[in-house]
């Protein structure tokens, strides 16, 4: 079973217009992270934001805030008034447990985000 | 710039050969984990070394190997590549001084095994 979904592929957003990239996860541990990547067309991994599974409020980071649903086990990621330079490929990841200090990040396929002039 | 590391950028070989990625940390991190990024496989994490120990295995083949030097820096090796090695292999680092801890991305290699 996968551990991360994002189930967009692609998304066309407008310029100027609020994008929410979904991402779901599946963990039975109570610690955890959760970790959003931009990936430009030139291939880099940009960290944008974290949320840890303790944190009460959700993250933000600029234009970028995380909607965290415990419960639900979601974690998107809400891009405010977006800009032809948020168009890339969006990952959202995960690491479980937090704080154990070892494995690495489980991703999910991503979502491809255009953004329209 | 994430503060990591990476050479070469790009590199192209043939089957059967073998090649070392290099892998610089951010200065202060003691962490460092590799990546392999494929069309099929998406993103998988394939190990991690802490302080020059290795900490954790992911989805690594035996056809590969690291290792982190007293420096902190790291070294993947590829032995008896095939063509579905071809893949973008990242290399992160970290503090491991708590949560979050979290991973910050080189820019890539780009092995292409012909």
């Known amino acids: 079973a996968q551990k991360i979904t994002q189930t967009q592929p692609g998304m066309f957003v407008q310029e100027k217009e609020a994008v929410t990239l979904d991402c779901t996860y599946d963990t039975s541990d109570p610690s955890y992270g959760l970790f959003w990547y931009k990936q430009p067309s030139s291939g880099e991994m940009i960290f944008l934001i974290y949320q840890g599974s303790y944190d009460q409020q959700n993250a933000t980071e600029g234009r970028y805030s995380l909607n965290f649903q415990k419960a639900r086990k979601s974690a998107n990621l809400v891009i405010s008034a977006s800009q032809l330079g948020d168009s890339a490929m969006y990952f959202c990841a995960m690491r479980e447990p937090l704080g154990g200090g070892a494995d690495g990040l489980t991703f999910g396929k991503g979502t491809h985000l255009i953004i329209q002039p | 710039d994430s503060g990591v590391t990476q050479t070469p950028k790009h590199l192209i070989t043939a089957t059967g050969q073998r090649v070392t990625l290099r892998c610089s940390p951010r200065?202060?991190?003691?962490?460092v984990y590799w990546y392999q990024q494929s069309l099929d496989q998406g993103l998988q994490f394939l190990i991690q070394?802490?302080?020059?120990?290795?900490?954790a295995k992911g989805n690594i083949l035996e056809r590969f190997s690291a290792q982190q030097f007293p420096d902190l820096h790291s070294e993947l090796n590829l032995s008896s590549l095939e063509l579905g090695d071809s893949a973008l292999y990242f290399c992160?680092?970290?503090?491991?001084?708590?949560?979050?801890?979290?991973?910050?991305f080189g820019p890539g290699t780009r092995l292409t095994v012909l």
């Open positions: 070394y802490y302080n020059g120990e290795e900490r």
């Open positions: 200065s202060g991190d003691l962490s």
């Open positions: 992160a680092s970290s503090v491991e001084g708590g949560p979050p801890d979290t991973q910050y």
